[in-house]
C-alpha cells in the first residue's frame, strides 16, 4: 500500500487493505520454517501532526510453519499491533532507506509513503524464533524417527554411542 505524503490530514484516516507478502517467502532462509500467505490483512489507522506522520493498526494472517522438532507443517494466525512514527529526513537520505532508530522513529524522503517494508518488518518480528507445532513437542527419536508425540521410541539408545551425541548436540543447537 502507497499512500501520498498529501493525502495524510490531521484528522485521522481508516484504510483496510491487503498487504502482498508472498515475496517473503523468496527472502532469506526464513523459508526453511514458515511458509506466508500472499496477503496479510491491514486494518490501519493514519493521520500527522505537523510534519511527522503516525500510523497505528494491526494485522492478521495465517502462517504456515515447520515445527523445528517433529518435522510438521501446522497454520498458526500471527496478529500483531503495531505503531510507528515516520518525520521528515532532515539530510534526505537516499529515497526509500529506512534509518530505525531505537525510538521506533523511521525517516521519509520522498512524497509518498510505502507501507510495505513496515509491514514486512511487523510480520517478521511477530513470528516465534523457532516454529514449533506445540510448546510441548516431543520430536522425532534421533534413531528410529519416531514421533514421540504419537508413539514411544521402541529403539534402546546406547548413550555411549558417538552418533546419538552428534545428534544430541545438533537438538541442542536447534
Ligand atoms: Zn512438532
Ligand atoms: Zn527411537
Not at 13 to 20: G, I, N, P, W, Y
Not at 71 to 98: H, I, Q, W
Not at 115 to 123: S, T
Not at 143 to 152: I, K, M, R, Y
Amino acid at each position: 500500500m502507497i499512500i501520498p505524503v498529501e493525502q495524510i490530514t490531521e484528522p485521522p484516516k481508516r484504510l483496510r487493505f491487503a498487504e502482498s507478502i508472498e515475496e517473503l517467502n523468496h527472502a532469506m532462509d526464513l523459508v526453511r520454517d514458515y511458509r506466508f500467505p500472499e496477503f496479510v490483512d491491514v486494518d490501519l489507522v493514519y493521520y500527522r501532526s505537523g510534519r511527522e506522520l503516525f500510523f497505528e493498526g494491526r494485522f492478521g494472517a495465517w502462517v504456515e510453519g515447520h515445527c523445528g522438532r517433529c518435522l510438521k507443517s501446522y497454520s498458526f494466525a500471527l496478529k500483531k499491533n503495531f505503531a510507528f512514527v515516520l518525520t521528515p529526513d532532515p539530510l534526505s537520505r537516499k529515497k526509500g532507506e529506512l534509518d530505525q532508530s531505537e525510538m521506533g522513529l523511521s525517516f521519509y524522503a520522498s512524497k509518498e509513503i510505502n507501507l510495505f517494508p513496515f509491514i514486512r518488518e511487523q510480520v517478521l518480528l511477530a513470528l516465534p524464533t523457532r516454529p514449533l507445532c506445540e510448546e510441548g513437542c516431543h520430536g522425532l527419536c534421533p534413531s528410529c524417527g519416531a514421533d514421540l508425540n504419537l508413539e514411544p521410541c521402541r529403539c534402546a539408545v546406547s548413550p555411549g554411542d558417538p552418533r546419538m551425541s552428534l545428534f544430541r548436540t545438533l537438538k541442542l543447537n536447534q
